[in-house]
């Protein structure tokens, strides 16, 4: 039986903020209507500055896809134009110039590429290939022009050949076992061993993606990477069978990423409330092993402007395989909230009058009081539990899920709200699975459970590495594991940038 003072509602939409001040529900609308949120600030990116690399065929891919796509409206319309809005060209959605042609362009062998991702050693396969990348993002930073962006273009194969699980059949080369690797990693040879190796190939991450982004931070030049197949214009150009969404999503999505990563702001929520930041705390197991317990710690806070920034804690022994929980020591805690602060007072230093503390984990009162000791004084702290329950669902009638803004108040400090389901904007809904809520606790602080939940699904807003109506997670929980993956995954790492854009 339920309780008759569980209440379910649904919250409005909402609204972002573009040009003139203008707000609107969907960021298609906003910058198809007005334009960009900082289209008349002084740090607006007025053209796209953008180096590419590439092989010849992807090369030719991008520049297909920018004079037929970027530059105007593409002819190609379809069905259903509320879920997949026509794209205007770059120039008139964003009010800055798409170029015709790259500013700079690294060209890389094919076959060399193509070749040294069959090599069998994962780490040894990774790292040449990020290196190739790496040598032509060197030498567009010892040119004169200031590049906005970097664009890297993968072949499929690459792609496929390079992830944290892959399995090369037909490649060449030596396969060290998996203790052999890690031996590598911490400088140990064995006695009879005689391949010569470098211990630097075995401290970074298996993953292409994750790689590259942390060892291309000390550039200081955001990447975007692309895969060939994305460009694809139509079917029979698609490769691995992979699925892919109509051209003009593609194009929203890669038009806002470069956008936001060349320094823009495409919009801003106009519900945020001045003074107020919003801390996502992040872990990630450092070690393998079920009985491990080192993690490493990280967090993201993200202000009304939209703005992300990146703090990275420190190791310990932070995970319990007992209840599979994350929990920092109070001295940990402060440490952390203390970094991120002092960052934020370093980049923007105004003043704050609340802090909402994310996590997917339990915070204990023991890390609460750290991150207390940390908080400025007369700034409002509170620390909230943020996380999906696959064990909650709830349905309506006819053929569609619950809306999505459904909220169920579960007490004063829980409540569940679905952040993913049918969107009236879209007069459909846009997943696969029956949606699942985000169960929201206010486990320390004193906050109104409606206001929290406002607040968190405001933040559904803010995923700028695509252009959608909103994601299924806020900002402070969605990007928790890329950005947890990309710093503890290459621990060698000491050119840690503090900008959120470097990490998706």
Known sequence: MIAMDRKVAVLSEPLVEFRYGQAVADPHDGLSLFGPYDADLPSKPRSMVIGLIGTDAGVQLFNE?????????????EENRRLW??????????????????????????????????????????????DMYLNGIS????????????VCVVPDEVWKNCRMRSHVVDGWGFSPSKSIREMRAKGQRSIVEDEDWDQADYEYSLDFRRQIKAKCMKYDIPLQIIRESTFALSRLHQSFRRGL?????????????????????????????????YIGLSFKKAESGKQSRTACCAAQMFLDSGDGIVFMGDRGPWYSPD????????????????????????????????????SRSEISANEFEGYSAACPTGVK??????????????????????LRGTLWKWSESTAFLFAHGFKWR???????????????????????????????????????????????????????DAVGEILVYNPPIRDRSSKFKFYV
Not at 139 to 150: G, L, S
């Open 85 to 130: 809005p026509p794209f205007p060209g770059f120039d008139a959605a964003f009010q800055s110039h798409w170029p015709s042609k790259p500013s700079g362009v690294h060209i890389l062998d094919e076959d060399n590429l193509i070749h040294q991702s069959h090599n069998r050693d994962p780490n040894l396969r990774t790292s040449n290939i990020v």
């Open 426 to 480: 879209l007069q459909t809904y846009d997943g696969f699975y029956v949606p699942k809520p985000l169960r929201i606790d206010i486990m320390h602080g004193v906050g109104d459970i409606r206001q929290v939940s406002e607040d968190i699904f405001g933040l559904t807003k803010l995923n700028y590495n695509a252009c959608k109506l909103g994601s299924s997670k806020p900002v402070t929980i969605d990007f928790s």
């Open 65 to 77: 896809w920018s004079d037929k796509v970027m530059s105007g409206p593409f002819s190609f319309v």
């Open 139 to 150: 030498k567009f930073k010892d040119r004169d022009e200031p590049f906005n962006v970097i």
């Open 381 to 402: 702290l509170v620390g909230i539990r943020v996380r999906p329950d696959s064990g909650l669902k709830l349905y309506r009638f006819g053929k569609m899920p619950v």
């Open 245 to 277: 969404t109509p051209i003009s999503d593609r194009a929203w999505n890669l038009a806002t990423a470069i956008y936001y990563k060349a320094g823009g702001k495409p919009w801003k929520l106009s519900t945020a409330r001045e003074g107020v930041c």
């Open 323 to 358: 209840d599979h929980q994350f929990h920092l020591s109070k001295e940990a805690a402060e440490k952390l909230l203390s970094g991120v602060l002092s960052t934020y007072e370093r980049l923007e230093g105004k003043r704050l009058s609340e802090i909402f503390l994310h």
